[in-house]
């Protein structure tokens, strides 16, 4: 059931932040390509700031109904990803001075946006917060979804690397996007930062998580924590390999790309509830006698 804030449901809310996104990134991308200037970045990032504010409007109101971050469910946990995803580029992305960063970024958030609300069975009836009630397992959650929104934005500037890459490989002038994207070494340091601080992020939340499932391994459920710790794995070795120098800038911006589609596809294992424990034939039947008696 939506809950109200203002007058809108909460639903309302991230639409019309859904809007702001599509808007952003449709207005960017005819700049880019059909007036052949870039966006200015102050417009930008004003456009993408209001559309999250609208977005933290419309998770507040969810979360009202837990007491907490809204995370029950698939639905919520794409929103959440999509809300850390923007925070990243309006707290962190003008340091890059990159600028169509976001343009990129209102169309990944309008993207997923719009995924998490046409998949209607995302959005399970209102239940109890999937991660229970500790105030420690649910940092250990938002701090998980919240790398998840740092490696988004790994994803879109390493699509902006091949891009680029691929633009200067065909040696003419490329029109549309590519004479507003950043040099191929100023998108490789970003990217190097962009993965130490996801992997940092989500180091920290497997911590906090560990040192709660220790005391309670019965609340632990295999295949959430076997995908969390994969993807912890799979972005360790990757900045591993790229501090070795074993991967090239190409193919390290492949993997980041594939690696988080793996990512997203690991939401359906965090998003499944613990199996209930189902009563014996012999304690069904002498409950019954009980009840009878």
């Known amino acids: 059931m939506d809950n109200t804030l203002f007058g809108l449901a909460d639903k309302q809310w991230i639409w019309i932040a859904t809007v702001v996104f599509a808007s952003t990134f449709v207005l960017g991308t005819y700049s880019a390509i059909k007036l052949h200037r870039r966006t200015g970045r102050p417009y930008v990032l ?9 977005q933290t409007i419309g998770l507040y ?10 995370l029950s469910n698939q639905f919520e946990l794409v929103q959440f990803m999509v809300w850390s995803a923007i925070a990243i580029y309006i707290f ?3 340091s890059f001075r990159v600028s169509l960063l976001g343009v990129f970024t209102s169309g990944f958030a309008c993207l997923f946006s719009i995924l998490s609300m046409v998949f209607e069975h995302w959005d399970n009836p209102s239940r109890e917060p999937i991660f229970g009630d500790s105030p420690w397992i649910e ?13 988004g934005v790994l994803t879109l500037t390493s699509v902006m690397y091949l ?58 459920l295999t295949v959430k924590l076997a995908s969390t710790v994969a993807v912890w794995l799979a972005y360790g070795i990757i900045l591993f390999l790229r501090f070795k120098l074993i991967l090239s800038s190409k193919k390290f911006a492949w993997v980041c790309v594939i690696v988080f589609i793996a990512a997203l596809l690991s939401l359906a294992a965090v998003d499944r509830e613990p199996e209930t424990e189902t009563p014996s034939p012999q304690a069904s039947i ?4 009980t009840g009878d008696s």
């Open 46 to 54: 004003a456009l993408v700031t209001f559309g999250w504010i609208l």
């Open 61 to 70: 109101a969810r979360g009202l109904q837990y007491g907490g971050c809204p």
């Open 92 to 94: 962190v992305g003008p």
């Open 139 to 151: 940092t250990h959650a938002a701090l998980a979804l919240f790398s998840y929104g740092v490696f």
């Open 163 to 220: 891009l680029q890459s691929r633009s200067l490989k065909q040696k003419k002038v490329v029109g549309g996007l590519f004479p507003f994207l950043p040099s191929l070494v100023e998108l490789v340091s970003i990217n190097g930062r962009l993965l130490a601080m996801g992997f940092i992020i989500l180091t920290v939340s497997l911590g906090i998580g560990y040192s709660y499932f220790i005391e309670d391994l019965s609340s632990v």
């Open 286 to 289: 002498l409950n019954s006698s």
